[in-house]
């Protein structure tokens, strides 16, 4: 069965710093990955997404992606309190929408 | 603005009871989206619609039903309330299916007693 792991926190960084989570995946076969934001009683809300190895920028999010390793993270530049919240990973491996598998997310608190 | 809107907000139920969620999506997408979340299981997918008359399940979709009749709406049916369906329940759509970026409604926090 197909899983996406994420350390569930809290991870506690202070304000200004940055803020660092991380994703592994289990199927090889998996084409492209996604961060989602999820503020305590709300939607999830679409961050980035990443298909290629490497980094990819927005902002202060950083996407950095390794096939090889299967290890997905998003790096979050001052960060703000405004950051905290719960941040979802998701890979997609194909066969449509049952190919989307989400983490159970990590708990992000910023410190002022 | 096209927006996606779940009602109800927040709905307390008794076991066996017959219970509709409803499902509204201005989005005009076509792929519709059923999850539920719960602590210490994150997301998982109920049922999913590509289009019109077309339904499928999803990973935990026992005890529940979908059916799709237009464009805009997937009301997700609990046939028989169980303790166990006590979750929050999240409709989502996408104007693809596959690795197209999920656009979730507000929720409906369920409560079975």
């Known amino acids: 069965q197909k899983e996406v792991e994420q350390n569930s926190g809290p991870l506690s960084v202070p304000e200004g710093a940055i803020a660092s989570l991380n994703c592994t995946y289990s199927d090889r076969g998996s084409q492209s990955f996604f961060w989602y934001r999820q503020y305590s009683g709300k939607s999830p809300e679409l961050i980035m997404f990443?298909?290629?190895?490497g980094d990819k920028e927005d902002g202060r999010f950083t996407a950095q992606l390794n096939k090889a390793s299967q290890y997905v993270s998003l790096l979050i530049r001052d960060s703000q309190p405004s950051d905290s919240a719960t941040y979802l990973c998701?890979?997609?491996?194909?066969?449509?929408?049952?190919?989307?598998?989400f983490g159970k997310g990590t708990h992000l608190i910023i410190q002022p | 603005d096209a927006e996606i809107t779940q009602s109800p907000r927040h709905k307390i139920t008794e076991t066996g009871r017959q219970v509709t969620l409803a499902c509204h999506q201005t989005?005009?997408?076509?792929?519709m989206f059923w999850y539920r979340q719960d602590l210490g299981h994150g997301l998982r997918l109920i049922h999913y619609s590509y289009g019109v008359q077309d339904t499928n399940k999803g990973e935990v979709s026992d005890g529940y039903s979908v059916s799709r009749s237009n464009t805009e709406d997937l009301p997700l049916t609990l046939e028989s309330a169980a303790s166990s369906q006590t979750s929050v329940y999240f409709c989502?759509?996408?104007?693809?299916?596959?690795?197209?970026?999920?656009?979730f409604g507000n929720g409906t926090r369920l409560t079975v007693t």
């Open positions: 989005w005009n997408h076509n792929n």
């Open positions: 990443i298909y290629s190895n």
């Open positions: 998701a890979d997609y491996s194909g066969g449509g929408a049952d190919g989307l598998t």
């Open positions: 989502a759509s996408s104007e693809r299916g596959g690795p197209s970026p999920l656009h």
